[in-house]
């Protein structure tokens, strides 16, 4: 008798993040993605969910570079395989080398729309639209039943398209679609980032200093938008070492504004020299892109500057302050704003008098996307994922499968 496939949700049944789901068919597993829970304390470890077998070989399948999705890695076995998009490889690496770890697991990168198999399962990864780069939803078959899992997505970013092409010609018959309902129930922002782009533009053109701002040096989405406002408000965006590291690694990978583009600088702190990569650094201060923190302060040119707690201790010590013509902008989801770091930067410019301002969209898709794509693929059965909703808000998706974190679900006898 041929073995079962199973389903096993270890993490992210019921909360947002964390990812950590098993298809298993005989002595085959693999894992869609590797997440650190978004509530695990900074420096935790043994966050490998309880119900995950370790004692057994399986590949991880990463689907986009955020730390719910990757962030345990370094606690799955070396042993393991991973394979996920090359932009991602490159993302991960920078950013556990930036903040001092490392993972050693053989990886393998996969192009999007080319099948590959892994013993009886055959994986088509589908490049979508999130504010990771390289963000992928995976269509997935064994054992004549298909799934498709959809990561993180949303229907409102520069690569919007993917999206609206996939619900127009969907894969057909998906038995079960696993999907993320992160914004259920909730009113957060979904413009889109053209529409940012000319907020950003007319906030720029109205500040007499400069404009600090807080984004994420992992959403390349925002930096495309903040880069395309600088150009046409004629001010010079500042990045820190490790947004230039990151726009340098994909700079192959798309049309992205890179650290030796005009009007893009990048500053040098104390905190992120000792980091980086020596040789990357090196070269930017040889073409002189890069500028120290003191140079913020009495800089001839308009500049939008990239701003968060630890760099804005850096700027502070080479005695950079901020003023009554500056702006700040808070470009990312405004609950941070209550966390430390966040309350941190938000008086700092308080106590200036600087011009608060708040721009931002959601990385994820709205209720309404939600359904529309639900809709759309049509599964027999949607399992929910990546959500604190889903119990109370299932009118308008197809039939639900709901399981718990850690319990098997048979999908093929
Ligand atoms: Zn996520
Ligand atoms: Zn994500």
């Given at each position: 008798m041929a073995p079962p496939l199973t389903l096993t949700i270890h993490r992210a049944a019921h909360e947002i993040g964390g990812n950590c789901i098993e298809l298993a068919l005989g002595a085959e597993r693999i894992l869609l993605d590797m997440g650190r829970p978004?509530?695990?304390?900074?420096?935790?470890?043994?966050?490998?969910?309880?119900?995950?077998?370790?004692q057994r070989p399986a590949t991880i399948l990463i689907s986009h570079p955020h730390q719910d999705h990757y962030g345990l890695l370094e606690e799955a076995p070396p042993t393991w395989l991973v394979r996920c998009g090359e932009p991602t490889r490159r993302l991960m690496q920078i950013t556990m080398a930036i903040t001092g770890r490392a993972f050693s697991h053989t990886t393998t990168s996969w192009r999007s729309g080319e099948t590959f198999s892994i013993g009886p399962f055959q994986i088509t990864p589908l490049l979508t639209d999130h504010s990771a780069f390289d963000a992928h939803m995976l269509l997935i078959e064994a054992a004549g039943k298909r799934l498709l899992y959809s990561g993180d997505f949303r229907m409102?970013?520069?690569?919007r398209v993917l999206v609206e092409r996939m619900m127009r010609t969907p894969p057909p018959d998906i038995d079960i679609l696993l999907m993320e309902g992160t914004n259920l129930d909730s009113d957060k922002p979904c413009v889109t980032e053209d529409d940012l782009e000319e907020r950003f533009r007319d906030l720029f053109a109205r500040t007499k200093g400069r404009v600090f701002v807080a984004w994420s040096a992992q959403n390349v989405d925002r930096t495309v938008t903040l880069y395309r406002a600088c150009l046409k408000a004629g001010r010079t965006l500042v990045v820190d070492l490790y947004t230039a590291e990151i726009m340098a690694a994909l700079a192959?990978?798309?049309?992205l504004p890179a650290?030796?583009?005009?009007q893009v600088k990048v500053v040098m702190t104390r905190g992120l020299r000792r980091r980086a990569d020596n040789a990357f650094a090196d070269g930017l201060v040889r073409s002189g892109q890069a500028i120290g923190a003191t140079a913020l302060q009495h800089a001839a040119e308009p500049l939008v500057i990239m701003t968060r707690g630890s760099l804005l201790r850096d700027y502070a010590a080479k005695g950079v302050t901020a003023n009554a013509d500056d702006a700040w902008c808070?470009?990312?989801?405004?609950?941070?704003?209550?966390e430390p770091d966040g309350a941190f930067v938000a008086q700092w410019f308080n106590d200036a008098g600087a011009a608060a301002d708040h721009i931002h969209t959601s990385g994820h898709a709205s209720p309404s996307d939600l359904r529309a794509f639900a809709g759309a693929i049509a599964p027999k059965y949607l399992a929910p994922i990546h959500g604190v909703k889903w119990d109370d808000e299932q009118?308008?998706?197809?039939p639900i499968l709901r399981l718990r974190d850690g319990e098997t679900h048979t999908v093929a006898p």
């Open positions: 978004l509530t695990a304390p900074k420096d935790a470890r043994g966050l490998l969910p309880a119900s995950l077998d370790t409102h970013g520069r690569k192959e990978f798309g049309r650290p030796d583009w005009r808070w470009s990312q989801w405004n609950g941070y704003l209550r009118p308008g998706f197809p």
